[in-house]
């Protein structure tokens, strides 16, 4: 099975930062990174050197994890990047981002983007009025993504912490009427993740 199905803290603990899974839990006294800031698992202490492509591997975990892809899917969207012109680690962030799970989280109508895939699973989803239900949808600049059901608690709940993380600036959004619009595609410099791409780069071309 590739879709995990574990505790999502474990995934955080592996990778040593917060990678924003658990939504406002993130940001509390409970995350696991403010707890437990170490490795999971047993003989913690006892594991040796990590190696070069250890070093591009976790990276790559890392990522996938960040945005809640199968290696597949991951795979697929690094190859996509690789066909387009320019460079090949810039050009597979900005796809990462304009996912429509992805968007729908930015826009801030979900805590994370598992509760993102899920309102897209599940029909909530408005891309230009039309009903859109697949997370990997690729929004392009100029498109309109609302929720289709305004009473939804959820995503009214998600609304009241958008504050928090903050709107990228290549977003409007419009609370009220639980829509935003993408005013333009995002570049490398507006990902404010800590991402190293060109490790990911250099592990699938080792």
């Known amino acids: 099975m ?19 899974l658990k939504g406002e839990r993130c940001f509390t006294e409970k995350c696991a990174i403010e707890k437990r800031n170490y490795p999971p698992g047993a003989h913690v202490d006892t594991r040796g050197k990590i190696m070069e492509y250890g070093i591009r591997l976790r990276e790559k975990q890392k ?10 899917q991951f795979k697929r969207f690094f190859n996509m990047a690789e066909r387009k012109q320019g460079i090949t680690g810039s050009n597979f962030l900005i796809l990462l ?14 805590t994370s983007r598992k509760e993102a895939r899920q309102l897209v699973s599940h029909r909530h989803i408005l891309v230009n009025g039309k009903n859109v239900n697949i997370s990997s949808y690729l929004i392009k600049a100029g ?14 709940n998600a609304l009241e ?18 829509k935003g619009i ?25």
């Not at 996938?64 to 597949?72: F, M, N, T």
């Not at 333009?184 to 780069?201: A, G, N, Y």
Request: charged share 35%; net charge positive.
């Open 143 to 156: 498109d309109e993504i609302s929720v289709k059901n305004k009473e939804l608690e959820s995503v009214k």
């Open 161 to 178: 912490s958008v504050v928090r993380r903050g709107l990228p600036s290549w977003l409007e959004l419009d609370k009220e009427n639980m």
């Open 2 to 20: 590739s879709r995990y199905i574990g505790p999502s803290c474990r995934l955080c603990r592996r990778e040593g930062i917060k990678l924003l």
């Open 63 to 72: 990522v996938r994890r960040i945005y809640g892809l199968s290696e597949k």
């Open 97 to 110: 981002e304009r996912r429509l799970d992805s968007m729908v989280y930015r826009l801030g109508f979900a």
């Open 182 to 206: 993408i005013r333009q595609l995002p570049s490398r410099e507006d990902i404010t993740m800590p991402i190293k791409e060109q490790l990911i780069v250099e592990y699938y071309s080792r």
